[in-house]
């Protein structure tokens, strides 16, 4: 055994090494590539990715897994050794399945679906990427075909980023949570206590934005040493093993938000990347659990840690001196308001916490549908303007503002989208868990102390990488299943609080 396992580590090790050099190309075409090397860049990345795939479905590495999975029945089925094997074995199969014409056919269509959607969102014209996602859609119903027999064609696509998940888990959840959260956003309209935003939308210079940014997630646990941050156009966290992690932040000098809650957001997703153990460093669980559990930790820090009253407490003075003039008259209880006002807006990206999740499961509907092939493409805009209507009671007026906003359909990706609600939910369910193990976590962040947060997001998430399928992780980390209860009620809870009903 000793012999099989060292030979596929240092095979994996050198798949993992050639998977952090390109995701390092990627990381520069984001930040610092001149625009003239997009085309030879995207030339490296292809070359690198086609190598990785190859090194990875090789025959070699299929037999070693064969091997290693009956020699695995002596070893502890929880040691990182057992874990690695059977993680790995999961995904060869998975990858061995799809059929390399599949692969090159996928990426030539789906280029063009770019171009198409760029140009139907410039000229809010749906028809114009029409052709093209139907396109999309029949080569991802045919990738879920490799995968026969399943539940529903659409567990599959939603497997790629939460592993073992089914959608009708996530149908039952979602089904638990959307009228919970319809309610509430009416009930936060009908409020008498409107809340009024504009000390947000002020003249903040960036350098300071950008400084008070850094001072914060310091402070969060965010290790300069191990990782960096930059300046991006849309905000991103990539990294090449759990030493170099690189976060990205884009700074508007009129609003505050965007900077500020982007910072903390991609710090979180930094933070669980710096946590992996470094027993699993060079091996493919030095990753996220999945999509849903990294999203989870995004948000916590960003929203149930950022936007909460006793981490403001202790970093609003800090705020002020960094902004006498636009903060310095304005008390604690108007900026708290101000950071949660919520809104029904149009754009998914600019959701408050409240809302958020209705734009979420508004997508996963009718991305089952079109998979199903229940709602015809062509009725696809008028359908998203009357589910918009009515889960958060606005008609986006045009297709740009509408169906056509999200950039992930014109990429093939599907069964993506429901990972940012799950992420919320499960970040509701560790913080129910946290609270009552540490009684004075509140009191902490009052003085400015993560430390016990982290520690105990360390012990429970960050350290096992993707050792285990997030549903198990979960478990161990909060001893239930995934539910939307803890979110709702947190929610509840807070935003009663804001608009007093
Ligand atoms: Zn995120």
Same mark, same amino acid.
């Not at 359909?409 to 993506?416: A, H, L, N, R, V």
């Given at each position: ?13 050198e ?6 050099? $390109?995701?390092?190309? %990627? ?5 610092y590539?001149?625009? %003239? ?16 795939? &190859? =090194? ?21 089925? /929880? ?13 060869? *199969? ?21 171009? $198409?959607? =760029? ?25 879920a ?5 399943? #539940? ?18 996530? =149908? ?14 009416q009930a ?22 950008? #400084?008070?940014?850094? &001072?914060?997630?310091? $402070? ?12 991006? +156009?849309?905000?991103? +966290? ?10 990205? +932040? ?7 938000s965007?900077?500020l ?20 460093s060079? +091996? ?29 407490? %202790? ?8 902004? !006498? ?6 008390d ?25 999740? @209705? ?19 062509? *009725? ?8 918009? &209507?009515?889960? @958060? ?5 045009? /297709? ?26 499960? $970040? ?10 540490? !009684? ?10 993560? #430390? ?17 399928? !997030?549903?198990?992780?979960?478990k ?5 299943? @995934? ?19």
């Amino acid at each position: 055994m000793e012999d099989h396992f060292k030979r596929l580590s240092e095979l994996l090790g050198e798949i993992v090494d050639l998977g952090e050099a $390109a995701a390092l190309l %990627g990381w520069d075409q984001e930040t610092y590539m001149p625009p %003239g090397a997009t085309q030879d860049r995207s030339m490296q990345l292809a070359t690198l990715n086609k190598i990785v795939h &190859e =090194k990875f479905t090789s025959d070699e590495i299929g037999e070693l897994i064969e091997k290693l999975k009956s020699e695995m029945s002596s070893v502890d089925p /929880d040691s990182d050794e057992a874990r690695l094997v059977k993680n790995v074995s999961r995904e060869y *199969d998975k990858q061995r399945k799809v059929p390399s014409n599949w692969v090159a056919e996928f990426s030539r269509v789906t280029s063009l679906a770019q171009e $198409a959607w =760029k140009k139907a969102r410039q000229r809010s014209e749906f028809a114009l990427f029409q052709p093209d996602l139907i396109k999309v859609l029949e080569l991802r119903r045919q990738y879920a075909h490799y995968f026969a027999p399943y #539940d529903h064609i659409y567990d599959p696509l939603l497997d790629d980023f939460e592993p073992g998940m089914k959608t009708a888990d996530v =149908k039952k959840v979602f089904a638990e949570l959307r009228p919970k959260q319809v309610e509430l956003v009416q009930a936060i309209m009908d409020s008498q206590y409107p809340v009024d935003d504009s000390v947000l939308h002020q003249e903040f210079d960036e350098q300071k934005q950008w #400084d008070f940014g850094l &001072e914060v997630i310091k $402070a969060f646990g965010f290790n300069f040493d191990r990782g960096r941050q930059d300046k991006s +156009t849309h905000p991103f +966290t990539t990294s090449f093993g759990s030493n170099d992690v690189r976060i990205t +932040t884009r700074l508007k000098p009129d609003f505050l938000s965007v900077g500020l809650f982007g910072t903390l957001h991609e710090a979180g997703h930094g933070i669980y990347e710096q946590g992996f153990s470094s027993r699993l460093s060079r +091996t493919p669980l030095a990753n996220g659990a999945s999509l849903a559990i990294h999203e989870s930790q995004s948000r916590m820090w960003e929203n149930l840690v950022g936007r909460n009253r006793p981490f403001w407490i %202790g970093f609003y003075p800090r705020l002020q001196e960094y902004f !006498p003039d636009q903060l310095g008259e304005v008390d604690l209880e108007t900026f708290y308001r101000a950071i949660n006002k919520v809104e029904r807006s149009l754009i998914r990206t600019e959701a408050d916490e409240v809302t958020y999740n @209705l734009h979420i499961m508004l997508r996963f509907e009718l991305e089952l549908a079109l998979i199903e092939q229940t709602l015809d493409v062509a *009725d696809l805009p008028q359908v998203w303007n009357t589910k918009m &209507e009515e889960y @958060l009671g606005i008609t986006p007026p045009n /297709d740009a503002d509408g169906v056509l906003q999200d950039i992930h359909w014109s990429f093939g990706i599907f069964g993506y989208f429901s990972t940012y609600c799950l992420g919320n939910l499960i $970040a509701g369910m560790l913080w129910e868990n946290i609270l009552s193990d540490i !009684p004075d976590l509140e009191k902490q962040f009052e003085r400015g102390k993560f #430390d016990a947060l982290w520690n105990w997001l360390n012990q429970k998430i960050l350290q096992h990488g993707a050792k285990f399928e !997030p549903a198990e992780l979960i478990k161990r980390a909060t001893g239930s299943e @995934l539910s939307a209860e803890p979110y709702v009620q947190y929610l509840n809870t807070k935003y009663g609080e804001i608009y007093q009903f």
